[in-house]
């Protein structure tokens, strides 16, 4: 089953001259940072993940990292076992989205996740962090 990430992970903006010099940073409410990159398509198994991530911004946004948890839900939650497989993992999209753009991004666990009796896997999948590239001298001020 895919649960939408509720974006607990902190959404750092970086807002960056053209030239590359950072002038300051801010962090947004995930709310707001969640309306400017998504996934869409998103299809998430214990073997693989996949979707597209969009950039609804006007800038340019790169280093984005999709964050992958397998949560680990025991068949009987009142006697769980002592060594949860659960995982979690940063995947790095190496693209630079400018404004509207989009790019697919996929995730084979390497190793694969073990196969087991005792429960089974709940993928999560969100946007842990991105940065905004921005021209724009003021707008960390």
Do not use: C
Not at 23 to 51: C, F, M, W, Y
């Amino acid at each position: 089953m895919i649960r939408a990430m509720t974006l607990g992970v902190m959404i750092l903006i970086v807002f960056a001259f053209t030239s590359g010099k950072a002038n300051g940073q801010t962090v947004l409410p995930p709310q707001e940072a969640a309306r400017i990159v998504q996934l869409h398509d998103l299809k998430a198994t214990p073997s693989l993940v996949s979707g597209v991530v969009v950039n609804n911004s006007p800038h340019v946004i790169r280093e984005i990292q999709v964050l992958i948890k397998y949560h680990w839900l025991w068949a009987n939650e009142f006697k769980p076992g002592l060594d949860s497989p659960g995982r979690v993992f940063a995947l790095k999209v190496d693209k630079e989205l400018k404004p509207g753009e989009s790019t697919a991004f996929r995730y084979t666990p390497d190793p694969p996740l073990p196969q087991r009796q005792d429960g089974q896997y709940d993928p999560e999948v969100g946007v842990a962090s991105f940065t905004i590239v921005s021209s724009d001298t003021t707008a960390a001020r």
